[in-house]
């Protein structure tokens, strides 16, 4: 089974500074899906940015990128230039390569609450 | 537009009076699924369905039913609900293997 784990439950930081959030991951695939989440007071689960255990290059989203260390089991999102609508509950979530139809299911984190300061 | 309704957003109801949270994708997606998110425990998998007549249990399916006779409704039962199952639910879908997941605007229930 897999675990996914972000050991920061509450952030804060200044509008336009830069932030990183924390996730480790443990499982035993090879191949494997990485996902941050965010969820603003909306409560709309929004996907921010994607990464795929094959890919070495760490994926990038405008102002979001990732931090991925596979041999770490490591998956962290930097914000820069963090703004006011940044301020959210950000998940991290993983989902296993499936090489036939299967359960799609996300493992998720117990997330971070991030507050940007104005 | 390309979305997942889930009815209704709001509920509270007393103990032991069965209620259903419907869930309706327009995307012709095959794969649907339940969660339900805890403060401190993140969203876990209660049900999901592969395709229409096609459904198996999640990580936490205790109380909980679903259905799927047509692919684009799957609704989560709740035949007796409990106090413990006050949270957050959101229903999500997707079109088949290793693609991207749209998540519902999540239903809040309390019971009481």
């Known amino acids: 089974a897999q675990t996914v784990t972000q050991s920061q439950p509450e952030m804060s930081v200044q509008e336009a500074e830069t932030v990183t959030l924390s996730c480790t991951y443990d499982?035993?695939?090879?191949?494997?899906?990485l996902f941050w989440y965010k969820q603003p007071p909306s409560r709309q689960m929004i996907l921010v940015i994607r990464?795929?255990?094959?890919?070495?290059q760490n994926a990038t989203e405008n102002r979001f990128s990732v931090n991925f260390q596979k041999a770490a089991k490591s998956f962290s999102l930097k914000i820069s230039d963090s703004q006011l609508g940044d301020t959210a509950m950000y998940f991290c979530?993983?989902?296993?390569?499936?090489?036939?139809?299967?359960?799609?299911?996300?493992?998720f984190g117990t997330g971070t609450r991030l507050t940007i300061i104005p | 537009e390309a979305q997942v309704t889930q009815n209704p957003r709001y509920l509270i109801t007393v103990t032991g009076k069965k209620l259903t949270v419907t869930c309706s994708q327009n995307?012709?997606?095959?794969?649907m699924s339940w969660y339900r998110q805890d403060p401190g425990l993140g969203l876990r998998q209660i049900y999901y369905?592969?395709?229409?007549?096609?459904?198996d249990k999640g990580d936490v399916p205790e109380g909980y039913k679903v259905s799927r006779k047509e692919k684009r409704n799957f609704p989560l039962i709740l035949e007796s609900p409990s106090p413990n199952q006050t949270s957050l639910y959101f229903c999500?879908?997707?079109?088949?293997?290793?693609?991207?997941?749209?998540f519902g605007q999540g239903t809040r229930l309390t019971v009481v």
């Open positions: 999500a879908s997707s079109r088949g293997v290793n693609t991207e997941a749209f």
């Open positions: 499982t035993s695939e090879s191949n494997y899906y």
């Open positions: 990464q795929e255990a094959y890919k070495q």
């Open positions: 979530a993983f989902m296993r390569f499936l090489t036939n139809f299967g359960n799609e299911k996300l493992t």
């Open positions: 995307m012709n997606h095959e794969y």
């Open positions: 369905s592969m395709n229409v007549e096609v459904t």
